[in-house]
């Protein structure tokens, strides 16, 4: 693995530009659970319960109650080595960074990342469905105050400012995100299982623009085989090998 590092070190430096994808693995060691795999949240909770624009309209104030437990957990969690390697890999490469989340836990941004794409929204965030507003909220509400009411206009008609399965992402952000992957000389992709599309498509677009592709996750996943190299491992303990 030592030498695949290296190698992925070396096609680092030489390069003007890298895209980054990151999913749920770069959170684990953070204490934040993933979604597949073992105690993955998509084992005790039904995407279709709980992860859907239906599922919200049936029952907001359950879907809120599950957002707020989430993002309790998330409030109190650190970024971790992994994390940090980011945000030095940005203070290098500086405007040829480019970060790509999955993840709406906001610990790219907590750890210091400047240039984020949250392609899936963000749990701090609430949208009203009435005034259409978007804003960040980090209280961690009791059950009796959700739904939240929004800040603007008062309404309880509020929701986490995240994408839900069957949602369309934001077409000008995904579009931003697609071309970046074409756009780069390095593509490295961060524990992601490559289970959830759009964004498992990117590092695909990376290498059929002909980019070197890495990929750092504790196992093979669906991203595997469109990467040069796969360094399979914990990334809090794999990725701080780059800047050696
Ligand atoms: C859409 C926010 C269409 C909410 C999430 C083909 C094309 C387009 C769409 C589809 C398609 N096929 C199917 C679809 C529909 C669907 C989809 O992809 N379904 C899947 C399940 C088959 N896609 C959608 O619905 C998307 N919308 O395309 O709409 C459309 C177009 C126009 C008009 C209308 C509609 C929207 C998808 C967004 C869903 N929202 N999250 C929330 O978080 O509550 S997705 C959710 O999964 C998270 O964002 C998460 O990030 C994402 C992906 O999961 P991962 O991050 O990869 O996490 P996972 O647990 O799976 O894997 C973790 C990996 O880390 C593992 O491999 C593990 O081994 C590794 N790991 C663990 N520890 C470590 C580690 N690695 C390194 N170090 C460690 N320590
Ligand atoms: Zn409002």
Redesign the pocket.
């Known amino acids: 693995m030592i030498e695949r590092i290296k190698k992925a070190a070396d096609k680092i430096k030489k390069a003007k530009r890298i895209t980054i994808l990151?999913?749920?693995?770069?959170s684990?060691?953070s204490g934040i659970p993933?979604?597949?795999?073992e105690d993955?949240?998509?084992g005790k909770y039904s995407?279709s319960e709980?992860?859907t624009l239906e599922a919200f309209h049936k029952d907001p104030k359950k879907v809120w109650q599950w957002?707020n437990y989430?993002k309790k957990l998330i409030k109190q969690a650190e970024p971790n080595k992994?994390h940090y390697v980011l945000v030095e890999l940005e203070r290098i490469f500086k405007d040829g960074f480019a970060l790509i989340t999955?993840?709406?836990d906001n610990l790219h941004t907590k750890a210091g990342n400047k240039s984020v794409y949250e392609?899936?929204?963000n749990?701090f965030e609430v949208k009203c469905l009435i005034c259409n507003k978007i804003y960040h909220d980090q209280t961690i509400y009791k059950d009796d105050q959700l739904p939240p009411k929004c800040k603007y206009c008062q309404s309880i008609r509020t929701r986490p400012n995240?994408?839900?399965?069957?949602?369309?992402?934001d077409v000008e952000l995904i579009k931003k995100a697609m071309a970046l992957a074409a756009s780069c000389d390095v593509f490295i992709s961060?524990?992601?299982?490559?289970?959830?599309?759009?964004?498992?498509?990117l590092p695909k677009i990376a290498q059929r623009m002909g980019k070197y592709v890495v990929e750092?996750?504790?196992?093979y996943?669906a991203i595997s085989m469109f990467a040069d190299d796969v360094i399979i491992?914990?990334?809090?303990k794999?990725l701080p090998m780059l800047l050696n």
């Open positions: 990151t999913g749920a693995g770069i684990k060691a993933t979604f597949r795999g993955g949240l998509w995407i709980f992860a957002y989430r992994a999955q993840n709406i392609l899936h929204g749990i995240v994408v839900w399965f069957g949602e369309s992402l961060v524990g992601t299982s490559g289970g959830v599309q759009p964004a498992a498509g750092f996750n504790a196992e996943s491992g914990n990334a809090e794999t």
